[in-house]
């Protein structure tokens, strides 16, 4: 079959060349190879994003000397979709999981804002903390970074935050 192709590039190529000589243009040099392609070479495109892409997600960031790596490292590993794209900086401080995301100040308890409290949760569940306690913050404004989701210890079970009832 590898044959029959460089066979057919070659005929081609005899056609081709006196046609564009008589137009006075130079046709292209190739060379016929008979070497079987590679699987490399057959293979679909990797699946990995290009490494632009992961530049631009981590240039968003705001990392300092107080982010903790580990966590980021982890994040980044297990997830890759529009909840993980919201993360700007995590931070810890014992126990205490602080994720800084660039979601507005009214994404209190929305989908995204648990989601990240969860993955919060799994990561330090991981590490064999007990006493887990995480914080999804807002975006910097006037409030400074205000708690979107969080857990608050043992007795707290979920990441939505709660509000204090007033008093009647």
Same mark, same amino acid.
């Given at each position: ?6 066979? !057919? /590039? ?13 137009? /006075? ?7 016929? *190879? ?7 070479? !057959? ?10 892409? %992961? ?8 990392? *300092? ?44 308890? *929305?989908?995204?804002?648990?989601? !990240? ?24 404004? /006037? ?11 043992? %007795? ?8 204090? %009832?007033?008093? *009647?």
């Amino acid at each position: 079959m590898v044959v029959g192709v460089s066979c !057919l /590039g070659l005929g081609v190529t005899a056609v081709v060349v006196p046609l564009l000589a008589a137009r /006075g243009e130079q046709a292209p040099v190739r060379t016929a *190879s008979i070497e079987e392609p590679t699987a490399a070479a !057959l293979a679909p495109a990797a699946q990995a994003p290009p490494p632009a892409e %992961k530049t631009e997600k981590k240039a968003k960031r705001k990392e *300092s000397k107080y982010s903790d790596k580990e966590a980021l490292a982890y994040f980044d590993e297990r997830w890759d979709d529009a909840t993980h794209r919201h993360i700007t900086d995590i931070r810890t401080t014992g126990s205490y999981l602080r994720i800084y995301t660039d979601l507005p100040e009214t994404s209190d308890n *929305s989908p995204a804002s648990l989601r !990240l409290c969860e993955r919060g949760m799994r990561y330090l569940a991981e590490l064999g903390v007990k006493k887990r306690v995480v914080f999804v913050q807002a975006r910097t404004g /006037g409030n400074g970074n205000p708690v979107l989701a969080n857990v608050l210890g043992p %007795k707290d079970d979920d990441c939505r935050v709660t509000y204090p %009832k007033p008093k *009647s």
